[in-house]
């Protein structure tokens, strides 16, 4: 099974310097031909130039395990984009948000589809890829491969590539979780221009604990365990992250798309089958849209 990572970004950047390192057979799909040479510097400072291999989707052959490492909203279009070609390969959809897996299984409902989080802290500026923190990654089926030899050897090579990687038989609690805490660092960080850790200020706690209720309100009404942790893992990230800018702060400054829908909006939709109102996130989701307009 080799591997081929959609794009160039920080994560698949990162993903293909890992498959370099591991003597892995990968190839990369990029928005052209001509690929990047990365440089590649790890946490532990060991570097390495090198220059991936390309790959066209007509030229994709079966048993392929293709990873997503896009942002929410580019997904859908990679995805129709690569259906003409796609016959019995694995995917792995890894992003901030949700909402991905319905819009890929409503277009592919067989495709063998992993779900992956991930907290790996990756720079990318310009060529150069620079991990800033070794962060572990969750993983876990929404369809496995039939065939169990193609499901141990996706799982095996997952595993490797994302090391320290945890595979749930639920993944959905998981990517909840994340879910919350990006509700609320993202939209405040990118609406107020601050860093990840400014959030701990005085001023930003009435709107996080509303939004906070929000969200464990929507939980519950959902069955989705873990909505009574949502204000100590929020407060554990903004404190590990404090330095950081968020990647929607990172996106509303260089002018680029947000992954609001995926994220607040994700959450205001999922409410909306409930007949739940969520009026903190839907003022936050209307003000990015405001900016990116
Ligand atoms: O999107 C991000 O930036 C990250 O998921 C997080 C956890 C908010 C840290 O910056």
Redesign the pocket.
């Known amino acids: 099974m080799n591997i081929v990572i959609v794009g160039q970004g920080a994560i698949g950047s990162a993903l293909a310097a890992r498959c370099e390192i591991q003597g892995l057979a990968y190839k990369v799909m990029g928005r052209t031909s001509t690929l990047q040479c990365i440089e590649w510097i790890a946490y532990q400072g060991e570097r390495l130039a090198f220059l991936p291999e390309s790959l066209e989707p007509h030229e994709l052959k079966g048993n392929e395990l293709i990873i997503l490492p896009l942002k929410a909203y580019q997904i859908l279009p990679a995805v129709t984009a690569l259906k003409p070609y796609l016959t019995e390969q694995t995917m792995l959809l890894l992003h ?1 948000g949700m909402g991905t897996q319905s819009e890929v299984e409503a277009l592919l409902p067989d495709l063998p589809l992993a779900l992956g989080i991930t907290r790996m802290a990756v720079l990318k500026q310009d060529t150069q890829v620079t991990e800033t923190g070794l962060g572990g990654s969750d993983l876990g089926w929404a369809l496995a491969p039939a065939n169990k030899a193609n499901r141990e050897q996706a799982e095996h090579l997952l595993s490797s590539i994302l090391a320290p990687c945890q595979w749930h038989t639920q993944i959905a609690p998981l990517q909840w979780a994340k879910l919350a ?2 509700a609320v ?2 939209p405040l960080t990118a609406l107020h221009n601050i860093s ?1 850790g400014e959030l701990a200020q005085p001023q930003y706690q009435a709107q996080i604990q509303a939004l906070n209720e929000e969200i464990a309100t929507l939980m519950q009404g959902l069955n989705i365990p873990g909505a009574q942790d949502i204000p100590s893992r929020l407060a554990q ?1 903004i404190n590990a ?1 404090a330095a ?1 800018f ?3 702060h990172q996106d509303v400054l260089h002018g680029r798309p947000t992954e609001i829908d995926y994220i607040n909006g994700y959450l205001l939709k999922e409410a909306e089958r409930l007949g739940l109102a969520l009026p903190h996130h839907l003022a936050l989701w209307q003000k990015i849209h405001a900016r990116q307009a």
Do not use: G, R
């Open positions: 901030n805490v990006n660092i993202n990840n990230v992250t950081n968020s990647s929607m």
